[in-house]
């Protein structure tokens, strides 16, 4: 690949790029992101797309999730340990309840831009919020101004993060005997708490079991760590590009900053900058497909994203929306299916079941369940694997989704709501969740 081609999105529309008011300052980021190191590294990169083609394969799961939009104020050594315990918890309620390997995602170290419906906020006449790489939440003039020294930022915030997550998978804090203490003194009571503390029980009892046999745990690298990837939506392309890096070993080229990369509903037009770029580097991709995508221009985009039928390359990431996953689904998998691409079909139940309660966007846990079951009856109706679930989760005890076991209802929403952009699952919601969809895998 040479420069020329990978810089060919250039030329192409791009959609949800910041207008950026000064072009130089632009240019000056982009040469500074492109000297500094990568946060990735190739060969792990490869590894995911690996654990993938297992996915593909249908002898694993795939759980992708974090925040929609991560912030610089919350990139905190606290919210960053609660959400991975989150993951964790769900990963370990679907490995031990569905017996299946989990390849575990995080939307983290990199989740700071967002796609928006308008480029002015109707409420306030500012430009809207694009996320922390691009600009500021709070509701003035020069806070809501692109200001491109916050992809330099964002790049930081991200290289923080990551040197903890990687210090958490390694370092004692993932060890299958801390199982118990994943479980958030808030969550522990709750009907989901409590049946994971029963669980978890199980878990040790279990190892202490394999101890008594003379199996030597200790020296089970896979008992005392976890494998933890990063994924981000690749959506503002300057960024992108400035950390996409040729592996001297090998030629191959890879977006280093961070091992999977999305594009996103808004910005998967077949000859747009974003499906050109992503085509070009070597990362397992992932693509959002909402309801409006015909099953002809899903078999266009596998094609494109995976001329060769890499099995583990692309995720396909329905959000179809509950009301209409069982109509529209069917023909795309099997659109896709029947042109023999090896995908990995993952299920996001957020962003088709959002909605507006007096001007406060919400999503209620029974409609994200209700998505997640639709889509494993049309899997298991065409015998494809339902390969994953994506969910936008904190690791915090928030009230931004209605529902679930503690019935969050439409007057507690105002309890807690501090998403920068869409509502979250709080942990006990998405423990439930993990529940129930390895109860779905057991089927
Ligand atoms: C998101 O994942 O936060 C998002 C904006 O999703 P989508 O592109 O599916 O709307
Ligand atoms: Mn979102």
Redesign the pocket.
């Known amino acids: 690949m040479t420069v020329e081609e990978l810089d060919a999105w250039r030329a192409l529309p791009a959609k949800q790029q910041p207008n950026w008011p000064d072009q130089g300052e632009l240019a000056a980021v982009r040469d500074r992101l492109a000297t500094l190191p990568p946060l990735v590294v190739a060969p792990e990169v490869r590894i995911l797309t690996e654990r993938l083609a297992a996915v593909a394969r249908g002898e694993a799961f795939l759980l992708q999730g974090g925040d929609?939009?991560e912030t610089f104020a919350a990139n905190t050594a606290n919210k960053i340990r609660d959400k991975v315990k989150t993951l964790l918890q769900m990963a370990i309620v679907l490995t031990y309840g569905a017996s299946v390997p989990v390849v575990k995602v995080a939307?983290i170290a990199g989740?700071y831009a967002?796609?928006r419906s308008a480029d002015i906020e109707a409420s306030t006449g500012l430009p809207s919020y694009r996320g922390d790489a691009v600009n500021d939440i709070a509701a003035t003039a020069r806070a809501r101004r692109p200001d491109p020294g916050r992809m330099l930022e964002a790049y930081h915030a991200s290289a923080v993060a990551l040197n903890l997550i990687r210090a958490f998978a390694t370092g004692g804090f993932s060890d299958l005997s801390k199982v118990h203490e994943w479980n958030k003194a808030f969550v522990r009571d709750s009907a989901a708490g409590r049946r994971y503390e029963v669980m978890a029980t199980d878990i040790e009892r279990a190892l202490s079991f394999m101890a008594a046999c003379g199996i030597d745990l200790e020296r089970t690298p896979t008992l005392h760590g976890v494998e933890l990837f990063t994924s981000h939506?690749a959506l503002l392309l300057d960024y992108e590009r400035a950390l996409t890096r040729k592996e001297d070993a090998t030629g191959s080229i890879y977006d280093l900053s961070a091992h999977l990369l999305?594009?996103?509903?808004?910005?998967r037009d077949l000859d747009g900058a974003h499906v050109d770029l992503m085509s070009r580097i070597g990362n397992p991709l992932g693509c959002?497909v909402?309801p409006k995508a015909s099953p002809d221009e899903v078999l266009a985009l596998a094609d494109r994203l995976n001329p060769d039928h890499v099995p583990g390359r692309l995720t396909l990431?329905t959000?179809m929306g509950a009301g209409r996953i069982r109509d529209v689904l069917p023909a795309i998998v099997e659109k896709v299916n029947s042109a023999g691409h090896p995908v990995v079909w993952s299920c996001?139940p957020?962003?088709?079941n959002t909605r507006d309660i007096n001007g406060v966007k919400t999503r209620h846990f029974d409609d994200v369940l209700d998505e997640v079951l639709g889509f494993f009856e049309v899997h298991r109706q065409l015998g494809t694997h339902p390969g994953g679930i994506?969910i936008?989760l904190t690791g915090d005890n928030v009230t931004e989704c209605l529902g679930g076991g503690e019935r969050i209802g439409e007057a507690d929403l105002a309890g807690r709501y501090e998403t920068a952009?869409?509502p979250r699952l709080n942990t006990g919601q998405a423990l439930e969740l993990a529940f129930l969809v390895a109860e779905m895998l057991q089927q």
């Open positions: 929609c939009a939307r989740q967002k796609p939506e999305w594009i996103g509903e808004r910005t959002k909402g990431i959000r996001d957020m962003h088709g994506h936008e952009c869409d």
